[in-house]
């Protein structure tokens, strides 16, 4: 991981369907991302807080959320997780 570098896009290239996050019992995606970028909202725990800015881009949280609502895009070009060897 210390070999990653990031170039933030302005804007998120995911987005969650908070309505569907609340009614979730299984909070998969708590578990299955790499990058540990879903918590729960301390004030709130029914509601996901989501930082992309640390995407890996691996398309997990996607694929595993069993309620479909996460909407996951590729950042806006040039933008996004950079991997360098190393």
Known sequence: MGTVKFNTAAE?????????????EERVCLQVC???????N???????VLS??????CGTCRLACPHGAIEWNYPVGGKGVCYRYG
């Open 12 to 24: 998120a290239h995911l987005k969650l369907d908070q309505q569907k996050c609340r009614a979730c």
């Open 34 to 40: 790499p990058a540990g970028n879903y918590e729960e």
């Open 52 to 57: 992309w800015e640390g995407c890996l881009e």
């Open 42 to 48: 301390e004030a709130d725990p029914r509601e996901i």
